[in-house]
């Protein structure tokens, strides 16, 4: 006759497997879980990273490098001797807020392929929506297993300085891979910095990671509606047009000046992170003509600190022989949708031709 | 009900199941179910409705009560003591306004307590007018009846809630621009009222025996069932309050693996189908057959491991106190014909109807003998599926719904007798095969019914059929 369970052993038992379960997790902090996906195998690989706060976008922002990674079709692409292959890196305006992945700068490079050094160029979506300096870095010292032969980087003043260099949700929460980053690239940041969310044997526990397995879930589930709807974040009808009408604050991050204030050591060990051609792009932005634009360009600017920004990074670029492309004051302002530096399609078709312009020159 | 609120009723259930017995089970279970009505119930815009509304749950049930038991019952010490537990209660719900900072048991800050007294002054006169008139009138109970489904009707019409949100706004003065048919929101009440309207026509057809006020209040809004059923018999529900129980071992294990199926189906399994499953926004932004399929297989299981799994805590919960709550599901997407889907799917929702609606309708239909059987039968399938349908909702699509389910019966009885007698299938292969062809083609007849119940218009109903049938892309 079989035994009865017993009601405390049971429990017990539970207990005990759960614990065993919880903490025998922190032994897989080492394994790459994040590269475990359906993207790229059940699901088509996605244009652009995942990023998104709601439901209905179908997507969500998570902080596993490697899931990230996994799920674009870059992850799922592989480099035929056809390709020339171009990564976008930068922020929100590349990632292409408010734009569908055909509209982005990617997408519009890709929709008419063009020609660098007798192959055609594909061009990959890496721009991710928080303004870093040190989460492009971070991306792009990832990006380069994937075979780049040309890294076009776009940024803007906002992403410079150095009073919270870990900022970006994503930087905080990959405290390892920065403090790699630092000792790598001897960046002038302390690996101690409290903004840097280092995780300790018991935030490794599976209670603890639960979150983060749930994202990692998520983020393959959200794959279906990918595959079914082409949908990866909300288009509203309408939406709060860029601020014109400016404050009359000349004020930024508190400087007076921007001499020694800006991440100069991220911006030259991210031009150096990959050993092929780099081209670094001041990113087009909204220049202002409503009130007090004589004070600000825009939301993030005053004038005198963009000015002397502009005249910094071109000295700089060209003490170093960088490739840049200064394209401050390329689109119109009313090719800005939501945001001081968030394109319409037509004003990404613009950017896109003039990048394209530099890609064939830099190879012809 | 949330996470926290099944923890909470595993707890309290199990200490009920351990620590009381006999009446006093009776009564700690009347206290826990009174005072998860106020706490289940969720937000809704309109000020303190989250305590009215349970608290006319409340009223209607006591009135209920009164008018279906005899006229000094009230006196006996038993009910004596269940009003006192119910009205005590509810006192202290809304006394909760002077006591806590922050609202406590309801969603907002309960009304002025000369409010609620006014309340309880008008619910003692209905309830005192409406038993003095029950003592000889039994078209009272009908009354009642008509009342209770007049309530469902605007509950469940979206044209009526809204009219009866922006009435209530009118009252108070509130800007009526901001009325929706979804703020009346009253928990429970589907099945509150199927209870009550339940006990009522058993009072009339004089089978209902006689159930003090703690029995019959704890039935009609026993705390794990009271959100979403399943929806017991009030004898068969009595009998097991008066049955000797003590929580064992054994039981509780059956309980505790009850919630945890229960817990795995909605938590884990329905919940991730939700995020793929059909709804209004992908039925516009999906234009592939194959994917229009997954999202509508998606919707099919996540509706049947959500509500299975709701079914499964609240049977769990109910045996750590000792009641065993009838089944709601029974493998219904593995049965081979929709005659066996419609006994294994909501099966107390389907009993329920058939008892109260169905069964007398075919009485009074087969006094015309002049209808054909077959007209009968389609019109008693029709009318049943589509009463269950505006159960759920009087929408378009509910009704669409109901139509759909009433032909597919009717369809299938029909095929039924004529396959008894032309068909005599003897090869046990054959027999597999007609088997598992039934269970498919059930299950996706089923499926496509979920097309109009999944979505608010029938316009995009026939967007994702044509999707489906890969005539529009």
Known sequence: MQNKPRLFAVILKATLLFVLFNFAFIFTDNLPLGKLSLYNNIFPGRERFPFGETRESYNLSLFDLDAMFASHVLAGTTKTSNEYRVFLIGDSSVWGTLLTPEQTLAGQLNVNPISACGKTVRAYNLGYPTISLTKDLMILDQAKEYQPDMIIWLTTLEAFPEDKPFESPLVANNAERIRDLIFKYELNASVKDPALNYLSQQDQTFVSQRRAVADLIRLQIYGALWASTGIDQIYPENYERAQTDLEASDDFHGLTNLSDALAIDVLDAGMHAVPVPTILVNEPMLISNGLNSDVRYNFFYPRWAYDAYRQQIAELAAAQDWHYLDLWNLVPADEFTNSAIHLTPDGETLLANKLAEAIRSTCK | ?473
């Open chain 2, 1 to 473: 009900m949330g996470l926290i609120q099944i923890g909470a009723s595993i707890l309290t259930a199990l200490l009920v199941g351990a620590l009381t017995r006999g009446t006093w089970r009776t009564y700690a279970l009347l206290a826990l179910s009174v005072l998860a009505v106020y706490w289940f119930q969720p937000v809704v815009p309109l000020r303190s409705f989250d305590f009215w509304l349970p608290s006319l749950s409340l009223a209607l049930v006591v009135l209920v009560w009164f008018i279906t038991s005899q006229i000094s019952a009230w006196k006996s010490r038993i009910n004596f003591i269940g009003l006192s537990i119910i009205i005590g209660l509810i006192t202290l719900v809304d006394l909760t306004r002077y006591i806590f900072p922050q609202p406590f048991l309801t969603g907002t800050t309960p009304p002025q307590f000369i409010q609620f007294i006014v309340f309880v002054l008008i619910v003692s006169l209905a309830i005192f007018a409406f038993t003095y008139l029950s003592r000889n009138n039994v078209w009272l109970l009908s009354l009642a009846t008509i009342f209770l489904l007049s309530i469902l009707f605007i509950l469940k019409s979206p044209t009526l809630s809204l009219q009866a949100s922006i009435f209530f706004r009118s009252l108070a003065n509130r800007p009526i621009e901001n009325a929706s048919a979804l703020d009346l929101r009253w928990l429970g009440f589907s099945y509150i009222a199927f209870r009550l309207i339940h006990v009522l026509r058993d009072k009339q057809l004089g089978r209902l025996p006689e159930l003090t006020l703690p029995e019959f209040a704890t039935y009609v809004v026993f705390f794990p069932s009271l959100s979403a059923g399943p929806i017991d018999r009030a004898e068969r529900f009595a009998g097991d309050l008066k049955k000797d129980f003590s929580l064992t071992q054994d039981e509780t294990l059956l309980a505790g693996q009850r919630i945890i199926i229960g817990l795995f189906k909605k938590f884990v399994i329905a919940d991730a189908l939700a995020l793929i499953a059909l709804n209004d926004a992908l039925a516009v932004q999906v234009h592939t057959t194959g994917w229009m399929w997954i999202h509508l297989y998606a919707y099919a299981f996540q509706i049947y491991f959500d509500f299975s799994g709701y079914t499964d805590i609240a049977i769990g919960i109910a045996r750590l106190v000792g009641i065993k709550l009838p089944e709601n599901f029974a493998a219904p997407y593995t049965k081979s014909n929709l005659t066996q889907f419609w006994s294994s799917w909501h099966i107390t929702l389907t009993q329920w109807i058939r008892a109260y609606f169905f069964n007398p309708f075919n009485r009074w239909i087969r006094g015309y003998k002049s209808i054909p059987s077959w007209t009968m039968i389609l019109i008693g399938q029709l009318a049943t599926m589509l009463l269950i349908g505006l159960w759920h909702g009087i929408t378009f699509n509910f009704i669409l719904w109901g139509a759909w389910h009433g032909l597919g019966l009717f369809l299938q009885n029909r095929w039924s007798d004529l396959a008894k007698t032309r068909f005599n299938i003897n090869n046990p292969r054959l027999q597999t095969a007609m088997q598992l062809g039934g269970v498919l083609l059930t299950f996706h007849f089923v499926a496509l019914g979920w097309v109009f119940f999944a979505l608010s218009e029938p316009s995009l109903s026939w967007q994702v059929l044509s999707v489906l049938s890969g005539v529009s892309r």
